[in-house]
């Protein structure tokens, strides 16, 4: 993986990896935030969850940004397969195979933990209120 990275069609697998960990960044932050320091005040809460829906947002170009990767590495492979380069060929195999894949892998737990996030929101901020859930 590093050596794809490295390369000059690395830079969606880059993109991906550098979104990838500034969301996880901001997710533990989230969850650190929720269930250690326990936030008190309605306004505290309406803003964690606000947070986590714009975490949501950024966790959706995650896919995407996979897509791109997918659709990159196909343009090469057709171009190895159209000039007879079978190293290029492969190579646009695996970059969109492994574009596909990071993309996905880093999405969805995100979501799952920005799921766990928005939840515990709603819970806290209808506790707050004074709202029976059961």
Known sequence: ?????????????????????????????????????????????SLCLLRSQQLAAWVTVLPLLGLLGTVSGLFDSFNGLAYGDQQLLTGGIAEALLTTQLGLTTALPALLLLMLCQRRCERETLEATCIDIQ
């Open 1 to 45: 993986m590093i050596e794809q990275l490295m390369s000059a069609n690395g830079t969606i697998l880059g993109l991906i990896s550098l979104l990838a960990l500034a969301i996880y960044w901001q997710i533990f932050d989230l969850l650190q935030q929720l269930f250690t320091r326990k936030p008190q005040s309605a306004s505290q809460l």
